[in-house]
């Protein structure tokens, strides 16, 4: 069983839902970064989404668009990426790690490689924001090969038609992207989860997550009453960004903030 499994298995049992703090790779930079990574688990963080700095993100508002460049800035590269969750993994064997991005840079880095170094250093599960389903094979092809899962996203646009299409060979969870628009710029509206989710979840067996509109304690405790997790990034990144220096650079506040607000939505989670 993979870990992303495991996880929602044992979450299952104990009757709740998971929650997914999301961080900018080398954001401010790596060593700040990195402890933020190692901290995640033991603020509450049942899987972590890591964002791997892309100079052109579509789907990002602008704070996760300013956490990129700043990480970009600090030297991220796939590779640094990768070396991040191999530290990781020396102290944690057991939280789930999902890397979240976009198609050009693993292009470059090429298909196969990518998925066989993202296994090596203990990554679980790969979001790509703009591969198509239709052109997905260069990707999911290795991954099954190396036993890397490739979430899949939804949206509220999504047809039925497509819904179908979409998840017919997903793995690991489903990533209900739960507003219209980029990351960070509205909020989930619970109603119209409510008829969304069901319609997801008549598709397949996949735990469902909810992303790009959970912010707040109250957004998350909805989003689990709902699906099977929620994802936290443009809200945590925001906090990140407001302890910076005025040269973009972390400060004594950085972590004990972000790390604060972290444990405060994984309360909500597991209440």
């Known amino acids: 069983m993979s870990r992303i499994a495991a996880r929602f298995q044992a979450l299952a049992a104990q009757g709740r839902g998971a929650f ?110 703009d591969l198509p389903s239709e052109e997905s094979e260069i990707l999911r092809v290795p991954a099954v090969h190396y036993g890397l899962d490739v979430i899949r996203l ?24 739960s507003v219209v628009g980029v990351t960070g710029t509205h909020s989930a509206d619970s109603q119209d989860l409510q008829k969304a989710i069901p319609r997801v979840r008549a598709v397949t067996s996949l735990p469902i997550v909810i992303g790009f509109g959970v912010r707040t304690p109250q957004h998350v405790t909805e989003a689990v009453r709902i699906a099977d997790g929620a994802v936290v990034a443009s809200a945590l990144l925001a906090t990140l960004a407001e302890t910076l220096d005025h040269n973009g650079q972390a400060t004594e506040r950085t972590l ?12 909500a989670v597991q209440s």
């Open 256 to 267: 004990p903030a972000v790390l604060e607000q972290m444990k405060a939505l994984a309360r």
């Open 20 to 129: 997914i703090p999301y961080l900018e790779a080398f954001d401010p930079d790596r060593a700040t970064s990195q402890a933020l990574l190692e901290a995640m688990p033991a603020s509450g963080a049942d899987l972590i989404e890591i964002g791997m700095p892309f100079s052109d993100p579509a789907a990002d508002g602008p704070i996760i668009q300013a956490a990129a460049l700043r990480g970009l800035r600090a030297g991220a590269t796939l590779a640094g990426v990768f070396e991040m969750v191999g530290y990781f993994r020396k102290n944690d064997t057991t939280t789930p790690i999902i890397l979240m991005g976009y198609v050009n840079p693993i292009e470059t880095y090429g298909y196969e490689r990518f998925c066989r170094d993202a296994v090596v250093a203990g990554v679980d599960g790969v979001i790509v924001v």
């Open 154 to 177: 939804v949206t509220p646009t999504t047809t039925d038609t497509r819904l179908a299409y979409v998840l017919e060979q997903a793995s690991g969870f489903v990533y209900y992207v």
